[in-house]
């Protein structure tokens, strides 16, 4: 079984994937770690330093996780599960981060902003770039 955990990228511009594979009641105590790394990977995807990418992650805090009931979440979450059914990347037990899967999703549009769309890619870069 996958995890599939968008997160909010600055101010709601985009959600971000991450995506961990077979997380169990073990390893189930180190999420934070793992959305962390996951986080550090999805930004490393942009072309930003990785010296800013910590800066972010210093300046942002804590991990804090919780449960959600938002419809759109729900939706981006399912789409975004589509999305990996109708690729021809495989989740890859051996390892708990799936970065392939991330890429891809990463750099792919699912979240539709008025008047336009995003790519979390794009988004990361462009924020994180202000940042420096």
Do not use: C
């Not at 600055?10 to 105590?29: C, E, G, Q, T, W």
């Not at 995807?45 to 449960?67: C, D, F, H, M, W």
């Not at 981060?97 to 008025?114: C, E, S, V, W, Y």
Request: without cysteine; positive net charge.
């Amino acid at each position: 079984m996958a995890w599939m955990l968008p997160f909010h990228q600055f101010r709601n511009l985009s959600y971000s994937p991450i995506v961990l594979a077979d997380i169990n009641a073990k390893n189930k105590k180190d999420l934070p770690k793992l959305i962390k790394l996951g986080i550090e990977e999805v930004f490393s995807y942009s072309n930003v330093p990785p010296v800013q990418i910590k800066k972010y992650l210093l300046k942002a805090g804590r991990i804090e996780l919780s449960t959600n009931h938002s419809r759109s979440l729900i939706t981006i979450n399912n789409h975004m599960i589509q999305d990996i059914d109708y690729s021809r990347i495989d989740i890859n037990y051996s390892t708990i981060l799936q970065p392939d899967l991330m890429k891809f999703l990463a750099d792919t549009i699912h979240r539709g902003l008025k008047p336009q769309y995003s790519i979390s890619i794009e988004v990361a870069e462009n924020e994180l770039s202000k940042l420096l």
